[in-house]
């Protein structure tokens, strides 16, 4: 693979803020699925590990805010996405959500969205879509300035849960089977997160990134958002979102970017939470460094301790 040599520069908050929780607006309440259905809890870790980045892939300096996403499942039941189509003419498949029931039956919700095929330098498998989603906003804003452009999920088991007793969580990882690795003509997959587990993305892996070129220096809001559109069955949506308040200057060309306040079940980290930002540490990386990591090597040794 042709290598090219990217720089980086990381902005690291000593003293990052955590705001209070402000519970998003018009949030549905869970649809009535009864008392004996055991549902996921998806709760939406804040983002970590940014990094700037540069890219000459077009002839000119382009730069993009990388960072690592996570998801944990702390509800009472696992989230099982079930996916099938009728033939490989049709590169979709269709989704289910799996619900267990406490009398050990099960209940299914259907067309819940869609898994596709999805080639990535390093490994090739099936997505589910739109389960994650990011962008940047002014602070203050409602307006997205720059959307993601993900192309999916491989959900699975990829770190445990340490912070949180839940009776419900399985002694050793079940959803580890990478999601159709390799295996584009399957009619049939299926792919979740236990109870006590959740499932992380390193920056810059198949889109853990949101580009900068063009922005304004200023405050902007990183919001990461699980499950936006509310169709996979959970427990509470109250903590579906995370953020984080950052500083945006430019200095000859090149994006500083400084992390000022991290609020953990909000997606609206606002001014007043801000503190003074630490100096900038510059690194180097290179590009198969940041393109090219399996997701699924990633264990509880990869998750930032603020994840677990």
Not at 129 to 146: H, I, K, N, P, T
Request: with cysteine; proline share 6%.
């Amino acid at each position: 693979m042709r290598r090219r040599t990217l720089r980086a520069l990381i902005a690291v908050s000593a003293a990052s803020a955590t705001c209070a929780t402000i519970p998003a607006a018009g949030l549905a309440a869970p649809p009535a699925v009864g008392s004996n259905a055991l549902l996921p809890d998806l709760d939406q870790q804040t983002p970590t590990s940014l990094q700037v980045a540069q890219s000459n892939l077009f002839g000119k300096p382009r730069y993009a805010l990388g960072f690592q996403s996570a998801v944990r499942n702390i509800g009472e039941g696992p989230l099982i996405i079930d996916g099938r189509r009728g033939n490989t003419r049709n590169p979709l498949m269709t989704a289910e959500q799996l619900v267990r029931r406490r009398d050990g039956s099960q209940m299914v919700a259907p067309a819940i969205g869609k898994l596709r095929y999805a080639v990535a330098i390093g490994h090739q498998h099936w997505h589910y879509l739109g389960f994650d989603r990011y962008e940047l906003r002014r602070a203050g804003g409602d307006q997205a300035l720059v959307r993601d452009h993900k192309s999916g999920f491989c959900l699975g088991d990829r770190y445990r849960v340490a912070d949180v007793a839940l009776a419900a969580a399985p002694p050793v990882a079940s959803y580890t089977r990478n999601c159709g690795l390799w295996k584009p003509r399957r009619l049939h997959v299926t792919e979740g997160i236990s109870v006590g587990y959740g499932d992380n993305y390193q920056p810059y892996l198949e889109g853990q990134s949101l580009p900068l070129t063009g922005l304004r220096a200023g405050r902007y809001v990183l919001v990461h958002r699980v499950n936006g559109n509310q169709r996979v069955l959970e427990s509470n949506y109250n903590n579906n979102a995370a953020s984080v308040l950052l500083d945006l200057r430019w200095h000859n060309g090149v994006p500083v970017v400084r992390t000022l306040a991290t609020c953990p079940d909000s997606g609206r980290c606002g001014v007043q939470d801000a503190r003074r930002p630490a100096a900038v540490r510059v690194v180097r990386v290179t590009w198969r460094a940041l393109v090219c990591p399996l997701h699924e090597r990633a264990g509880a040794a990869d998750v930032p301790q603020s994840l677990t």
